[in-house]
């Protein structure tokens, strides 16, 4: 990613500042900046204009996808709104674990009571459900997936044309191996969002997942550049695919980064020391076990590698990584 663009926004009393600049990440110099100073009366009004002004003054072309997402409708409830967001910062941030799962669900539920036909909260739910299926931190996190697909069902009922309900579908369908149903979702949100994140990183996880990681790699990337606040996460998503593509000494360099910024991972972990065992690192291997197991004292490999939607070769591979360091 060679240039940044920044949108600092200062808030006084009915008025609003939106300072918007480019910056060029290799040597941090500013390459262009404008100021735009408007009323707060209409808020999403301001969302919607001031993205289209930049884009005009960087002669950037918006696909009409990106243009409706930007005139979308203001939502019936404003506390509601504000609700999702402040559910989806807490969902995303740095720190995810039962407590944090358990505060964003309770906010994404009072939106919920506040507009009982928000697609956004209900995709919000699903995607924070599918974090606690994945993470197993409730006491019913089979029952959490079931719910998923329910909440990004409700979602995509409400608006088939919120792009989180189709991407909250796809990941489900991801961890039914339905690749083909997954495929259609990632592609429904990519039409109505090109710029998705989490569409591109799920392309990704659908091509590692079925056989073609190699392919996955750029896709990931592109997630990566897309969003790179979320860059940990999908570092995990990379480091599978390198280790899936027989390209250990890679996927051990990306999931060591990730346990760098997420020092409490133990997926990560346990994809590692897998990946050690590849590389004839046994004794790193097993220090990197060791932590992990100080980290999450109940967690189960093969619990773990029964969840993930892998071929059974795929799955063999991670396996055969950890015997290969004595840890199997």
């Known amino acids: 990613m060679r240039r940044v663009l920044e949108r600092p926004i200062r808030c006084r009393g009915q008025r609003v500042r939106i300072t918007a600049q480019l910056t060029d990440a290799t040597s941090a110099s500013h390459l262009w900046a404008e100021r735009h100073d408007r009323d707060l009366t209409d808020t999403f009004a301001v969302q919607g204009e001031v993205p289209t002004h930049i884009a005009g003054a960087l002669k950037a072309t918006l696909s009409p996808a990106e243009k409706a997402r930007l005139v979308e409708k203001e939502p019936s409830n404003i506390v509601a709104y504000d609700c999702v967001l402040r559910g989806r910062e807490i969902m995303l941030g740095k720190e995810k ?4 799962f358990e505060e964003a669900v309770t906010f994404f539920k009072k939106a919920l009571e506040l507009d009982a036909n928000y697609s956004q909260a209900y995709a919000s739910l699903g995607f924070a459900y599918m974090f606690d299926y994945q993470n197993r931190w409730s006491d019913d996190p089979d029952g959490s997936f079931k719910l998923a697909k329910e909440y990004a069902q409700k979602a ?11 991407g909250v579908a796809a990941l489900t369908a991801i961890f039914e191996r339905d690749f083909e149903r997954a495929q259609a979702e990632v592609d429904r949100t990519l039409a109505l969002n090109p710029s998705s994140a989490l569409a591109h990183n799920l392309l990704g996880t659908i091509r590692s997942y079925s056989g073609r990681p190699l392919e996955a790699i750029p896709a990931i990337e592109q997630a990566m550049r897309l969003d790179p606040a979320f860059r940990p996460q999908f570092l995990h998503f990379l480091g599978i695919a390198y280790l899936l593509a ?4 890679t996927a051990a360099a990306m999931l060591r980064q990730r346990i760098l910024l997420v020092p409490n991972t133990d ?21 990197v076990w ?8 109940k ?3 093969s619990a773990y590698i029964g969840r993930q939607p892998m071929l059974p070769e795929d799955a063999e591979r991670v396996v055969a ?8």
């Open 97 to 100: 674990n039962r407590e944090t």
């Open 156 to 166: 995509i009922e409400n608006d088939p044309n919120e792009p989180m309900a189709h």
């Open 246 to 249: 027989g390209k250990y000494e």
């Open 267 to 287: 997926f990560s972990r346990a994809v590692l020391a897998a990946t050690l065992g590849h590389l004839g690192e046994n004794e790193e291997a097993r220090r």
């Open 290 to 297: 060791t932590e992990l197991m100080k980290i999450n004292p």
């Open 299 to 301: 967690f189960s490999f």
């Open 321 to 328: 990584g950890l015997a290969k360091a004595g840890l199997s």
